[in-house]
């Protein structure tokens, strides 16, 4: 099958989960991808757990993250790797690095070196919080970033306190924002045959992600406050939220407010007017949460749905999984370690000419592809 | 500065937030990107999506997303409308919509359509739930996919009731997605004049963006994971990762070693824990013990001695605070740009540094059919 990036070639330096989740979906949409890591050591996420699931000798993380990739292992502490890789260098045509700012520069690979050996290449870095200021050498972690953001004040009841998002927002979107930056720098070579160096920080990834509450506080001047109960988005008016019911919970999107208090027959929400619902959202809340929690999610899907009002069931995992709606999508793939084990894994969420991406190539253990690239690439000296 | 995208040009008939955030990196990339609204309403998001703060009678939040893009009106149910449309789509480079399945087929819009009239053309289309399936006329809306995809089952404690994330994060990871995947089909037609077909859904994409707490469900017995009873921040990561009160507000705890942070803050009870299995079947009781203790003392006093020992940890701000903030200053993420009547409004830019050099532009968002007849004159003229 044919794929958008194949013939290119990424040397991945980056670790943990924001540059190789980036390596990740260039890989999928067809770019070759080999991680350059310690001969030892290899990415530090290799011995990152989560819920303590491993798979050899690397975390099952590790392998979620770095399927379709091949490695290649080089100390670069040591003259005689770096000058090998300089000659890969030579060849690629995209290096990402999440370093923080300095590191590469100390082991002479910074952008300016590189770029002289390779002029064409697009040299991509994920840094923490920028390369200057008072946080730069401060750890470029996911959960520290939502902190100094303001985003902990958008999810949860009011009176929940501060709630970071449950996933590693930081790492995707900045991972995403970085081949955004990448493949619009390849364009761009096409047209000037020079490349580019793209920068984004975990910082700039969530602060773009805020835009509209940022843009909304900036004309404002009012800090955005959480619903006091039934909260989803701080900027949006009743009904917007998650309902318990009689067996679960029903989540109600933009819906307006008499056309629901008819369908439902509950008259109380008929008191308050269109200008209202936004000022007296927490008060129009409890009464449909009362209201709602009398009868199941199917008995109010049954009224909502046929009459276009936008709402869904609360799903979990195992619900979700169950769906038709879900099971039609075929987001799950396989994949075979090099050690044999077996692993499900998601697939790349973009679709290419009417088919989806998959690719059965595990995780490399480190530097597993030491020998094939360098007879490849004629790296050996002799 | 040249732009990577200059002289791409974007058709957009996505409305809302979810494709017109794809538009909106497109254009800060250099891209020319045309919203082609409807008569009299245009873009649903100008009335629908609304803050309570407005500026020139549209919600800030339309002006942050639709800034740095053109207007034109057409009335795709019109023949005579349509048919002068088709010449926009016959010069573009990207077209992109973000309808629910079946649409475009009575518009006589699909990728088939478009790509006989521009071979070269690449055809982006973003829906909820896919273009098949049960679902697929279901509203693809940002807090309805993050009920259906147990992502609401992520934030919180473990005894609060499922708890959405507090911006539209369905939306925005999509449009990402979508990005993606136009500029990858641009760069493939840069080197091989081929056109492409790029499709995405919502539930794509919330489901990719859990990848890796999935994949843990998947191998290791199909269990969900709880939330953590108290000071929860990630339900798959050991103790201490949260975030803790203190006597006069709050801080947070990334990954760290249990053993030397209760050496570090004098918390005896946690100097004993050196099995670390236990850090994460445990944590719940290794967070309480922490919480009690971080009590006693104010953040700063806390974060002199953590900071100190180079344990991750941070300071808890709001947008007051962080727009105080040095370290928020130098990254210049705040622009002006400049509306139609003249008004000015701050917002924020593209996170991507190119070269060195912020992307920025002072084009504020478009009144409704603003451009379209300069488009008409160009295009039909």
């Known amino acids: ?382 | 500065m040249t732009l990577p995208l200059e002289n791409i040009l974007v058709i957009d008939l996505s409305q809302f937030l979810s494709g017109p955030s794809a538009s909106l990196r497109l254009a800060d990339l250099g891209a020319e990107v045309i919203k082609i609204e409807k008569p009299i309403t245009g873009d649903i998001c100008r009335e629908l999506y609304v803050s309570d703060c407005s500026i020139d009678g549209e919600s800030t939040i339309f002006h942050a997303i639709n800034r740095n893009k053109k207007s034109a009106v057409y009335d795709l149910k019109n023949d005579e409308d349509l048919e002068r449309f088709r010449n926009l789509l016959a010069r573009a480079d990207v077209m992109m919509h973000n309808f629910r399945p079946g649409v475009m087929t009575r518009l006589g819009l699909t990728y088939e359509h478009v790509s006989a009239l521009n071979p070269g053309i690449v055809y982006a289309e973003l829906s909820g739930y896919g273009q098949d399936g049960p679902w697929k006329d279901r509203p693809g809306q940002d807090l309805l996919l993050q009920a259906v995809t147990g992502v609401t089952y992520l934030t919180g404690n473990k005894n609060d009731p499922p708890t959405p994330m507090g911006v539209a994060v369905a939306d925005i990871l999509s449009g990402t997605q979508l990005t993606q995947g136009i500029l990858a089909a641009l760069f493939q037609r840069s080197m091989t004049g081929k056109g492409a077909l790029v499709q995405l859904s919502m539930m794509e994409t919330m489901i990719d963006f859990q990848f890796e707490v999935l994949t843990c469900f998947f191998n290791d017995g199909r269990q969900t994971q709880p939330r953590s009873e108290n000071n929860g921040a990630h339900a798959y990561i050991a103790a201490p990762y949260g975030v803790y009160r203190t006597m006069d507000g709050y801080l947070s705890l990334a990954m760290g070693d249990i053993v030397r942070l209760g050496q570090l803050l004098q918390c005896s009870p946690l100097t004993d824990m050196s099995d670390k299995s236990k850090w994460f079947s445990e944590r719940d009781a290794i967070k309480e013990i922490l919480q009690a203790h971080l009590l006693t003392q104010k953040t700063a006093f806390w974060l002199e001695i953590l900071e100190g020992a180079d344990i991750w940890c941070s300071e808890i701000l709001d947008y007051e605070q962080l727009r105080k903030h040095e370290g928020y200053d130098i990254l210049k993420m705040e622009q002006e740009v400049v509306i139609g009547s003249g008004k000015a409004l701050t917002t924020t830019r593209c996170p991507i540094r190119i070269d060195g050099e912020l992307l920025i532009s002072a084009k504020g968002a478009p009144s409704l059919g603003e451009h379209t007849r300069d488009i008409e004159k160009r295009f039909n003229g």
């Open chain 1, 1 to 382: 099958m044919d794929l958008p990036l194949q013939g290119l070639l990424v040397l991945e330096f980056s670790q943990y989960l924001s540059g190789p989740a980036a390596g990740l979906r260039l890989a999928d949409l067809g770019a070759r991808v080999v991680k350059i890591e310690h001969p030892e050591k290899g990415d530090a996420c290799r011995k990152l757990a989560i819920r303590n699931t491993w798979v050899d000798d690397s975390s099952l993380l590790f392998h979620t993250i770095n399927r379709n990739k091949e490695s290649f292992s080089s100390n670069l502490k040591s003259e005689e790797d770096l000058s090998t890789l300089f000659k890969l260098i030579g060849r690629a045509d995209v290096i990402t690095h999440n370093f923080r700012p300095g590191v590469m520069e100390k082991l002479g690979l910074g952008y300016d070196k590189v770029a002289a050996i390779n002029p064409r290449i697009i040299y991509a870095s994920i840094s923490g919080y920028g390369k200057e200021g008072p946080w730069k050498n401060k750890p470029g972690q996911d959960l520290l970033i939502q902190s100094l953001s303001g985003l902990l004040f958008t999810s949860g009841d009011q009176a929940a306190g501060p709630t970071p998002f449950g996933l590693a927002i930081a790492d995707i979107l900045s991972g995403s924002h970085l081949v955004q930056g990448i493949l619009a720098a390849l364009i761009k070579r096409h047209k000037t045959g020079r490349g580019s160096l793209v920068e984004v920080s975990l910082m700039e990834s969530v602060l773009d992600l805020q835009f509209e509450l940022l843009t909304t506080y900036f004309a404002s001047g009012h800090l955005p406050v959480r619903s006091a109960l039934a909260n989803a988005h701080p900027l949006l008016s009743a009904p917007y939220g998650i309902y318990a019911t009689a067996d679960g919970h029903l989540a109600i999107a933009m819906t307006p407010l008499h056309e629901l208090a008819e369908i439902i027959a509950c008259e109380d929400l008929l008191l308050f007017s269109n200008d209202e619902i936004f000022q007296k959202r927490d008060i129009i809340k409890e009464i449909l949460a009362k209201y709602l929690s009398q009868q199941s999610t199917a008995f109010w899907l049954g009224k909502l749905l046929p009459n276009d009002i936008w709402c869904m069931p609360v799903l979990d995992w195992h619900q979700m999984t169950e769906e038709e709606g879900y099971r039609q999508l075929h987001m799950e793939q396989d994949i075979v370690t090099g050690s044999g084990d077996r692993i499900k894994t998601t697939r790349c969420p973009i679709r290419w000419n009417g088919r989806i991406l998959t690719s059965a190539k595990p995780a490399p253990g480190i530097g597993e592809h030491n020998a094939s690239i360098k007879h490849e690439f004629k790296l050996t000296s002799e």
